[in-house]
């Protein structure tokens, strides 16, 4: 455990008549998946947050400015604040210490007291009780009062009662957890996801400092991986980092900061010459990837602010004579904003509950966008005149592609009798039953198709590399032929009267997208622009859980008539010295799968297709900004980043022999 650097940070009344206990825990371990989301690898990471949070919520009541998370050799977690430190005195009602009442009671906590806590994060409200209840052993260690407090869980429950272990010069809360495998499907932390939460909330709480040490895999001078994520101007470094890989239109971000009717708000963004809207918004640190009030009162304020502004300075008369009339989505082309607000009582609503509900935060962000806007485009005509100009661009675009999106649109509610020539359809009716492949080259679709079960299993063969959509008009996407015949063979539909290119999924005609390429660079490019495609065209379908990887195996091993397939490089060395023991090695043959077309079809059936024995990843959207910085990067023209970011990752990737 690290020292902290006293601080000196404000102190104030928190003891335990502050916390508040609304329900017990029973419930937590029966049905974790209510409490946390699921039991794979987001709600293993989930457990992280919910610590964190705690901590952040201390930062944003002004009494700590340094996290430490730290990831063990057994993939423990430990979170370390330097805030006040969990009360531990004994609680009026409870007869027991607060800091017991915190970690076994659930909903019980400072955050449900006004006097302790104005706004809080983490969005179930579960909090250390939750995780405490979903991990095998738990310890926590408060420093507060001079002293040290210490307490030890199994399994939610306490081993002893708090003790006080000796003085402390030090104030915060060190919790360190190892979560249940026998609840968990996933038992390891994926190092990146976690960072990337860090980096986030960064951005998100200017002037907190957080790091995260992996202390699993050492280099070779014996030091940790480790990274410390810091902002000192917040959301502006936030739209700097987004748009790394992309050229700006402006200088600096524009950036929008004040409190209207008890909210908070800070908004910053940026236009660029991309082609795509990248909204993110926040609700006390939670990612509103849904949206809501927050994000409808932004676009609102941009749009009507901006309009104005160009009709004031004749700046759209060009559009009026070629009668091309300009709409929300043409002021958002090419944007990149991040809106954060924090609300004391969050209603949030939609399917993930992730969607804020609040009506009178619309207008408060509505107001405060125009008044702040107005003043930014008065005082910067240069910078204004480009975002227009941006603007008018993206409608003419917009005009250019309505026409080819409508003959997609047309085609897709044809029915079979408009699907693509080269897709092999499923006899199946029931879309919840059918799976659509979208495989690399007519090869390996000729085996797909003659491997299939085709009663469920739809076969649409692309040729060669689709569009690669991060540089490219909308109006090119749709009209790129393998594009078109996605969107046909889909059946879904494109555009609301709210938002022109949202995706309307009722008739989506298969619940399993699949992609499957070939185990080689090529492959692993179409997958990429493949998924780049989903994530700026059809998110929704990512959102909704519709898309995924197939995994086909990378090697056969066999000896005389018995064969065994290899997933990874791993199980060939554990295949390999399997035999090795039984003295057989030397008749052992392995063959490496760079194509799916170098199998044969009942191969391809058995390995990767076969429900019952097949391997699919499943295409999640967990980090919608760090997805879209990646995609950017990934992309985009810019070869340095990318060449960094291979380099950095290729510890983790197969390369071809």
Same mark, same amino acid.
């Given at each position: 455990?690290?020292?902290?650097?006293?601080?000196?940070?404000?102190?104030?009344?928190?003891?335990?008549?502050?916390?508040?206990?609304?329900?017990?825990?029973?419930?937590?371990?029966?049905? %974790?998946?209510?409490?946390?989301?699921?039991?794979?690898?987001?709600?293993?990471?989930?457990?992280?947050?919910?610590?964190?949070? #705690?901590?952040?919520?201390?930062?944003?009541? $002004?009494?700590?400015?340094?996290?430490?998370?730290?990831? *063990?050799?057994? +993939?423990?977690?430990?979170?370390?604040? #330097?805030?006040?430190?969990?009360?531990?005195?004994?609680?009026?009602?409870?007869?027991?210490?607060?800091?017991?009442?915190?970690?076994?009671?659930?909903?019980?906590?400072?955050?449900?007291?006004?006097?302790?806590?104005?706004?809080?994060?983490?969005?179930?409200?579960?909090?250390?009780?939750?995780?405490?209840?979903?991990?095998?052993?738990?310890?926590?260690?408060?420093?507060?009062?001079?002293?040290?407090?210490?307490?030890?869980?199994?399994?939610?429950?306490?081993?002893?009662?708090?003790?006080?272990?000796?003085?402390? &010069?030090?104030? $915060?809360?060190?919790?360190?957890?190892?979560?249940? &495998?026998?609840?968990?499907?996933?038992?390891?932390?994926?190092?990146?996801?976690?960072?990337?939460?860090?980096?986030?909330?960064?951005?998100? #709480?200017?002037?907190?400092?957080?790091?995260?040490? &992996?202390?699993?895999?050492? #280099?070779?001078?014996?030091?940790?991986?480790?990274?410390?994520?810091?902002?000192?101007?917040?959301?502006?470094?936030?739209?700097?980092?987004?748009?790394?890989?992309?050229?700006?239109?402006?200088?600096?971000?524009?950036?929008?900061?004040?409190?209207?009717?008890?909210?908070?708000?800070?908004?910053?963004?940026? *236009? +660029?010459?991309?082609?795509?809207?990248?909204?993110?918004? *926040?609700?006390?640190?939670?990612?509103?990837?849904?949206?809501?009030?927050? /994000?409808?009162?932004?676009?609102?304020?941009?749009?009507?602010?901006?309009?104005?502004?160009?009709?004031?300075?004749? /700046?759209?008369?060009?559009?009026?004579?070629?009668?091309?009339?300009? +709409?929300?989505?043409?002021?958002?082309?090419?944007?990149?904003?991040?809106?954060?607000?924090?609300?004391?009582? %969050?209603?949030?609503?939609?399917?993930?509950?992730?969607?804020?509900?609040?009506?009178?935060?619309?207008?408060?962000? @509505?107001?405060?966008?125009?008044?702040?806007?107005?003043?930014?485009?008065?005082?910067?005509?240069?910078?204004?005149?480009?975002?227009?100009?941006?603007?008018?661009?993206?409608?003419?675009?917009?005009?250019?592609?309505?026409?080819?999106?409508?003959?997609?649109?047309?085609?897709?509610?044809?029915?079979?009798?408009?699907? %693509?020539?080269?897709?092999?359809?499923?006899?199946?009716?029931?879309?919840?039953?059918?799976?659509?492949?979208?495989?690399?080259?007519?090869?390996?679709?000729?085996?797909?198709?003659?491997?299939?079960?085709?009663?469920?299993?739809?076969? !649409?063969?692309?040729?060669?590399?689709?569009?690669?959509?991060?540089?490219?008009?909308?109006?090119?996407?749709?009209?790129?032929?393998?594009?078109?015949?996605? *969107?046909?063979?889909?059946?879904?539909?494109? $555009?609301?009267?709210?938002?022109?290119?949202? !995706?309307?999924?009722?008739?989506?005609?298969?619940?399993?997208?699949?992609?499957?390429?070939?185990?080689?660079?090529?492959?692993?490019?179409?997958?990429?622009?493949?998924?780049?495609?989903?994530?700026?065209?059809?998110?929704?379908?990512?959102?909704?859980?519709?898309?995924?990887?197939?995994? %086909?195996?990378?090697?056969?091993?066999?000896?005389?008539?018995?064969?065994?397939?290899?997933?990874?490089?791993?199980?060939?060395?554990?295949?390999?010295?399997?035999?090795?023991?039984?003295?057989?090695?030397? @008749?052992?043959?392995?063959?490496?799968?760079?194509?799916?077309?170098?199998?044969?079809?009942?191969?391809?059936?058995?390995?990767?297709?076969?429900?019952?024995?097949?391997?699919?990843?499943?295409?999640?959207? &967990?980090?919608?900004?760090?997805?879209?910085?990646?995609?950017?990067?990934?992309?985009?023209?810019?070869?340095?980043?990318?060449?960094?970011?291979?380099?950095?990752?290729?510890?983790?990737?197969?390369?071809?022999?």
């Amino acid at each position: 455990m690290s020292e902290l650097e006293e601080k000196n940070l404000p102190q104030a009344d928190y003891n335990a008549s502050n916390i508040q206990v609304l329900e017990g825990l029973e419930a937590v371990r029966k049905r %974790p998946a209510m409490y946390i989301g699921d039991i794979s690898e987001r709600g293993l990471h989930h457990l992280v947050y919910e610590v964190v949070d #705690n901590s952040i919520d201390e930062a944003l009541a $002004g009494y700590c400015n340094q996290i430490d998370v730290t990831v *063990y050799e057994d +993939n423990s977690i430990s979170v370390l604040d #330097n805030g006040r430190g969990i009360p531990t005195d004994m609680h009026e009602k409870e007869k027991r210490s607060a800091l017991e009442v915190v970690l076994t009671v659930l909903h019980a906590g400072g955050k449900f007291d006004k006097g302790s806590y104005k706004v809080s994060g983490g969005l179930h409200g579960v909090g250390v009780s939750c995780v405490n209840a979903l991990s095998k052993s738990l310890t926590v260690e408060v420093y507060r009062n001079g002293k040290t407090y210490h307490q030890e869980y199994a399994y939610g429950k306490p081993l002893y009662p708090v003790k006080e272990t000796g003085p402390s &010069d030090k104030h $915060g809360t060190f919790i360190k957890f190892t979560p249940d &495998d026998s609840i968990f499907t996933v038992s390891t932390y994926d190092y990146a996801t976690l960072a990337a939460r860090m980096r986030e909330l960064a951005f998100l #709480n200017k002037g907190i400092r957080l790091t995260i040490t &992996d202390r699993r895999n050492p #280099n070779e001078d014996g030091s940790f991986q480790c990274e410390t994520f810091h902002s000192e101007r917040g959301l502006i470094d936030f739209i700097n980092y987004l748009d790394d890989n992309r050229n700006r239109l402006t200088g600096d971000p524009i950036y929008i900061e004040g409190e209207k009717g008890g909210v908070p708000i800070e908004i910053a963004m940026q *236009y +660029n010459d991309s082609y795509s809207e990248n909204l993110h918004s *926040y609700v006390n640190n939670i990612n509103t990837h849904e949206g809501g009030t927050h /994000l409808s009162g932004f676009r609102r304020g941009l749009t009507r602010t901006l309009k104005k502004y160009a009709d004031d300075n004749k /700046l759209l008369e060009k559009l009026d004579k070629q009668k091309i009339e300009i +709409n929300g989505d043409d002021f958002r082309e090419g944007l990149t904003a991040v809106i954060s607000v924090k609300v004391a009582e %969050p209603q949030f609503e939609g399917q993930t509950k992730t969607k804020l509900g609040n009506s009178e935060v619309e207008g408060i962000v @509505s107001q405060m966008v125009a008044e702040c806007l107005t003043n930014y485009l008065e005082e910067h005509p240069k910078e204004a005149k480009n975002i227009v100009d941006k603007v008018a661009l993206a409608a003419q675009a917009r005009h250019a592609a309505r026409k080819a999106r409508e003959l997609v649109q047309r085609k897709s509610v044809l029915g079979g009798s408009g699907l %693509p020539g080269k897709l092999a359809d499923c006899s199946e009716k029931d879309p919840s039953l059918c799976e659509l492949f979208l495989v690399e080259g007519d090869s390996a679709g000729g085996t797909a198709k003659q491997g299939r079960d085709n009663r469920t299993q739809a076969i !649409l063969p692309l040729r060669g590399k689709i569009l690669n959509v991060e540089k490219a008009l909308q109006h090119r996407a749709f009209e790129s032929e393998e594009i078109k015949n996605i *969107y046909t063979a889909l059946g879904v539909t494109i $555009g609301t009267e709210e938002d022109s290119k949202a !995706l309307n999924l009722s008739k989506l005609r298969y619940h399993k997208v699949i992609i499957m390429t070939d185990a080689d660079v090529d492959g692993a490019h179409i997958a990429t622009l493949l998924l780049t495609f989903f994530f700026r065209y059809m998110r929704e379908l990512i959102e909704n859980g519709h898309v995924y990887i197939a995994t %086909p195996p990378l090697y056969l091993v066999k000896r005389g008539n018995e064969h065994q397939y290899c997933w990874t490089e791993e199980e060939r060395v554990a295949m390999l010295a399997k035999y090795q023991e039984a003295g057989k090695e030397k @008749s052992v043959n392995v063959q490496r799968y760079k194509g799916l077309g170098e199998m044969n079809d009942d191969q391809l059936w058995e390995t990767t297709m076969d429900p019952s024995n097949r391997m699919l990843r499943q295409v999640t959207l &967990d980090n919608a900004a760090e997805a879209d910085h990646t995609f950017s990067m990934l992309m985009g023209d810019d070869v340095g980043p990318r060449r960094e970011f291979i380099e950095r990752n290729a510890k983790f990737a197969q390369i071809d022999a």
